[in-house]
Every structure is written in structure tokens, then in C-alpha cells.
């Protein structure tokens, strides 16, 4: 896409930014609900912003039918612009008023007043208030909402405290000046699991999670999580709730987890519901986090927002930091850390090291939307986590106290954020702050010496260049270390080196002999380590390493240096790497969890990035297969203890979804796993007919497909489940997830034409094209048949959802790494995907980044 072209959509820059000419004091809505002509009536106070250097008026609006407009109670005739109107205004403070009509129940997108199953819902982030009524859509305008709904819908809810409510209406206030985004509306026929919580101040607040009638058997483990969430945050960070109440709501059409609108949060009800029967243990701790999140936004987004929307990261960084902290507190802090950066190096590596790479705060976009990224949140959150590091615990909620209490009601920037950390510590935080402008995974290699006692580190960081940055400077790195003596002994505990050259080295003294190293302990800082560790190291390493994630790490290497050579040269599975996670597997000292984790292998993502990296063309076939071989191995090698652990990790008290049951049974279904490899199925078999808990149906579900051995059950599964929506959506992936490479496109096909599936739910879409894009074998298949698919339904959904269409582009994100024969496929379904007429916005941009 060439930014001259007269069809060009338009790129916004950071650059550009102004003040908004108008302020708002107050905000009146009334809706008057109906399906397809909703009634919009709003009454607004604007006032000149005497910061401003211009006096034009332009109100943001989209798919919104004018009825009238007035101005001090006079009537106007606005003009129509691309995206709005304008309209002569008084340089006085002057009231708006006007009325349009909008329809909720054909508005597929998801995007401002929607439909789902018969209920009234709201989705303003990031510019979704506009298709609801005319306004200064932005975050820097903020304003006290109060709202009238008018409908016979037993339930209606929006932002802030209820006010008066009778026969067929409702209205509420929200005191609390906020933007546009956080706007949110419900209507509809529901159930309120209700609860209460008392501030640590004595203020009483009543909770509620609305859901549609059937779900309330599982809504308690989520407000638990609430409650947790709110003590939690007043605990840590001192923050209390501001209203008398707090509503969840669960909505089955939702692009995309959950929205923290200010007292009525919106979820997508795969992140909110939970039962033992029909959620996994995975399912419960990332709808814990998710409810904390959302609740976290009160603070850190609400009361305190971004100035425009090339601050995402400041509410999104922080607020996932938060959320992690807070599992970590609730769960294992280990086992947290290594799944976050499972997830990281999965997600938004992949993402920094391909052609839509951008800074954690972009500088220029086209529709952001499709900027709510791995970067921007998970990338977001460990640049927090840097900032800790570097100032230390005591410094950090220092400067969290001084960021809440000078910011509390503004429109924030990441210097306000950064300002306050210097004023704080009296540092200079700008080189920091390139972690913020540069795009990129910085590399960082290791040399060692060891002379006379003084063990020195040199450290070199590069970052490779991104799309629209070349060059890249250094960036500030702490690089955790401690050194381990050849006993296995700790000689020098974690100590925090500060990197900050591009080359740098650093000396430790006093040692009797070359230690090993354990370097970048807790992932203290998201980089790629490039170091030339031999095997004994790693396994070293996994044995004694005091620091939990290194020690994880060592095991991970381990397994993807002897796959690499299993892909590459054909060789057998290696014998160490074998020997060292069985003893890991047996050694009952480490937690379940932390052992489930470490028999994991590396994702075939993470293999073909690495022969990537290695300077290798990757074979997705191969790698699968070496994954498929290595497996069998650990099978027959590790047959005298995998009985017994499978044994004695099965859980048989009563369910919790907490950390220690959870851990257990990913440890048992670890070891099922394996076991299925060599015993037909037989264990699955029976663990699938005794299960009483999805975190085990599904488990032995997905051994028993992978055995061959499945068709009975998959249609079991299904006569089982199929009036639950969630349960089947997790029924349509596992099929395509466990598939052989050469069938995973037919079998999603397949699925496509089930009477179950439809493209409007996007759970239900990403169940069935999204599990098959997170398949490599299966959707790089050397015909092309699962990006065919894949595209083909992209551009059925596109004119539907294009939010939703849109971030499943990234499925073709990584097509530069493969084969020429099959960049060529790619690019074709890119091209394909591109000349659809009036593709969306949302669509264009990321197909013409990826295509780039
Ligand atoms: N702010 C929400 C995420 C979110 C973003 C955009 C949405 O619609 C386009 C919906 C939700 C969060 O961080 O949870
Ligand atoms: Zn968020």
C-alpha cells in the first residue's frame, strides 16, 4: 500500500496530535432501544478548550442515521464529512443536542450498540462510541455521563451508579469524568449472581455477574476472582473501588476477551464462565486474570486513561503487569513467570521479528484496532517489569503512589508516565525509553573469561531492523545473573548487571574456579540470549540451578538443540536430554506444575524460528515429525515411571481449580500423554469414561484422537455437550488441533459445514480457522490447502467482522521464513485477500503490512 494512492485509508502519526478544540462538562443519553432503530438522543455541554488553536467543530460519526440536531435549543443542519459532521458553533460554552437512529441487531462487526442472542451490548473501544452517536470520540475528552434506557427488557445497565429506575426504563450515573471508549449499555433478559465487598475505607459495594438464564451455575468462581482482585489491589497498590457498584456482564458475541468499561464490564463469556465440568484448570487461571484485568483498568485506565491511542501501552502494559503479579501472588510466581514468557516469545516474538513489528508505542497507524498486539500489552508489560528492576521495589510503588495521585482524572502520556519514575529516583530514563520507540527483539550475545579468580561476562546487543527503522540504538538491559560452582553450589547469588553499551563487561572477583553461569534469571528482560552453552551446561543447569525459570530454560534448550539436530541431520533423540527430564519427572521435590512444564518441548513455532535463526529454511513436516519422534522416545524411556507418576498425580478429592490440584493434573495428563504413545489408548479410554472434570475429559479426549482412537468419543463428546456453546467450541479445535498434519485442513473444512458452526460467533470462528492456522504442519500443508481455506473464509468474514478477520492475518505473519515454493502460495492468498472489493480498513492494512 503506497500512501499516495488516492485509495489509500489514511495513517494517523503520533506527530500530529493537537488538543481537542471542545471540552465536554456533561453528557446525557437516552436510548430508546429497538432492534433495528434504536432511538439516540443526546444532550451535551461543550465548552471552547482555551489550549486549542483552532475553533472548528467536527463531531465523529459512523453508520448513524441524523434525525435532528440542535444547538442552544436552536435547529442546525450539520454538514456531512468523511467519518462526521461539522457545524457552526458559538464561542461560548453552548448544549448540543441530537437524535439519530442506529441498528443494533444487523451490526456484525461488534463494534458500538450490537446483538448478541436477543441482548442489547456495547463495544466502544477503541472508536466504537461514534457509530452509537455523534461526539469527539478520543480519549483526552472526558466527561460525567448520566443515562436513560427506555425498553421492556427486565435487565438495563450502563456506567456508574443507578439513579431511578421503573416500568420499561432505567437510569444511571457515573460521577467519574471519563472518555468515550468507556462507555457501555446492556438490555436484556438476565441473571445477576449477586455478592458484595466493604472497601478497606467501610464502603459498601454491591457486585453483580449477569448472564443469560442457564449460565448462573458458573458464575461464583468468578466472582471470587473479583473479590480477590479488588482486596488484592488494595492491598498492593492501595487502590480502592470508587462506586456503589460493580457489574460483569457475559456476552457470547465479543471480539475479543473482556472490556473494562467504568462499572459494567463486558466479557466475552469464554473468560468469565467457569465450572469444573465444562472449563479446564488452564480455563479457570486465565479467567481469574482476565477479571483482575479488567478490574486492575479502574485505576490504571479509567481513572486514569491515555491522552490518544498511541498511549495504549501506558493503560495495557501496565495493567497486564499488574494482572501477573496478581496470579502470581494467587498461584505459583515460577510457573506464572515461564508461561508468561512461553506465551511472549510465542506471540510477540514471533510478532517483533516479522513484518508487523512495531514499537510498544507505535508512531503511526492506520486503524488501531489492529495495534491491541503481543507489543503493545505483553511486550507493554515486561517493560514494566525492566522499570521495577531498575529502580528497585520500594522506588516503584513510590512512583505508582506519585503516578496516581498527580494523574488521577487526566488523559495520560508515556512521559507523564516516565516523569514521574525520574522525579521519583531523580534517574534519567531516557535511554529506557527507547524500549518504548525502537521495534525489535534486541539479541544479546556472551563471551566469559576466567584469569586469576576474576570471572568477567562481556555482553553485545543488536537489534535487527524492523519495518520503517533501520538503525537501533542501545538500550538499557538488566541482565540477572548468579554463578553456580562446579558442585552445583551457588557461589554468587542473582545480581543485577545494568547494561548499557552496546558491548559491556562486567567482573566478578574472588572465585577459586571458572564458574558456571545462569544468566537472565526470571527472563529479566525480553531479549533473545545468544549464547553457545554445550550440552552438559544445560543439563547442569536443569539439575541445580537455584533460579526456577533458568533452570526451566536449561531444560528447554536442551530439548531444542537435540530436535534441531533430529530435524537437520536425522539424528536420534538425544540420550542427556532424556536422562536429565527424567530426573526431573521423578524428583518429587519439584512442583507438579514446574515438571509439567519442563517435559513440555518447544511449540513447532518455536523450532522454526530457531533453524530460522540458524540460518535453515524450516520444513514444518520435519519438525513435526522430529516432535512426533522425540515424544515416543521420552515414551518407552521414561515407561518404568510414568505409571506411577500418572498414579499418584491424579487428583481424587474434590475439584479446585486451584494452583496445586491444577498443577498435579498437568502433571498426570503429561504423563497420559505419553503413556497413550504406547498403550493404545487403553489409559485415555479409561480416564475419558471416569472423568467427572473437563481439565480430564478433554485431556484423554485429545490422547485418544492422537491414538487413533477417538472416533467414539469425539461423537460422545459432542451428543455430551452440544447444547454448550463454550464445551463445543473447544470440541471444533480440538479436532483440527489434534489432526494429522495431512488431514487438519479437511477435517476444519469438514467443520466449517457443521450445523454448529457459524462465522458471526468469533469464538466459534477462531475454534474452527483459528486452531487450523495455529497448527504449522497442518496449515503449512506443501499444497496450500490450509492457507486456501483460511483465506477463503477471511474474506466471507471480512465484510462481517472486520475486526475479527483482521487479527487472524497474522496466521500469515511468519510466511518469509518458509520454503520459496510456498511463499509463493502465501502470497497468492495475501494478493487474493487484497483484491477483494471494498475489503475493510481493518483487513487492508494488515494484509498490505504482511505482504510488504
Ligand atoms: N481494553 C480491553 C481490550 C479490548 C480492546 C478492544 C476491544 O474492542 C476492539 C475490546 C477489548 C482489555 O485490555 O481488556
Ligand atoms: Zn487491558
Known sequence: MKDASPTAPQKIYLSDYQVPNYLIDEVHLTFQLAPEATRVRSRITFRPNPDATSADFFLYGEQLTLISAQIDGAPVTPTHVNGGLTCDVPSAPFVWEAEVEISPATNTALEGLYMSNGMYCTQCEAEGFRKITYYPDRPDVMAVFTVRIESDLPVLLSNGNPVTSGDGFAEWHDPWPKPAYLFALVGGDLIAHPDRF?????????????????????????????????????EVYGREYDLDIFNIVAVDDFNMGAMENKGLNIFNSSCVLASPETSTDMNFERIEAIIAHEYFHNWTGNRITCRDWFQLCLKEGLTVYRDAQFTADMRSEPV?????????????????????????????????NNFYTATVYEKGAELIGILKTLVGDADYYKALDLYFDRHDGDAATIEDWLQVFEDVTGRDLSQFKRWYEQAGTPRLSVDEAFADGTYTLTFSQSTPATPGQDHKDPRVIPIAVGLLGADGNEVVPTTVLEMTEATQSFAFDGLSAKPVPSILRGFSAPVILERDSDNAERAFLLAHDTDPFNKWEAGRALARAGLVEMVLNNAAPDGDYLDAVLQVLRNDDLDPAFRALTLALPSQDDLAQTLVDLGHTPDPTAIYQALETLKMAMATHMQDVLPRIYAQYQVNEAYQPDAEQSGARSLANAALALISRTDGGAAAQAQYDSADNMTQQLAALGCLIMAGKGDAATAEFYDQWKEDRLVIDKWFALQISHAAPERAAEVAA??????????????????TLGALAMSPAGFHRADGAGY?????????????????????????????????????????????ILATPDLSRDTTEMVSRIRA
Open 198 to 234: 466493604t472497601t478497606k475505607s467501610g464502603k459498601d459495594v454491591e457486585l453483580n455477574i449477569y448472564v443469560r438464564p442457564g449460565d448462573e451455575g458458573k458464575c461464583a468462581f468468578g466472582m471470587e476472582a473479583l473479590k480477590k482482585s479488588m482486596t488484592w489491589d488494595e
Open 336 to 368: 506464572k513467570r515461564i508461561e508468561d514468557v512461553i506465551a511472549l516469545r510465542a506471540r510477540q516474538f514471533r510478532e517483533d521479528n516479522g513484518p508487523l513489528a512495531h514499537p510498544v508505542r507505535p508512531d503511526s497507524f492506520v486503524e488501531i
Open 750 to 767: 469438514d467443520l466449517t459445514q457443521h450445523v454448529d458452526f457459524t462465522m458471526k460467533n468469533p469464538n466459534r470462528f477462531r475454534a
Open 788 to 832: 486456501a481455506l483460511l483465506a477463503d473464509w477471511l474474506i466471507q468474514l471480512d465484510p462481517l467482522n472486520p475486526q475479527t478477520t483482521a487479527r487472524m492475518c497474522s496466521a500469515f505473519e511468519t510466511w518469509k521464513r518458509y520454503d520459496s515454493d510456498r511463499q509463493a502460495l502465501i502470497a497468492a492468498q495475501l494478493d487474493r
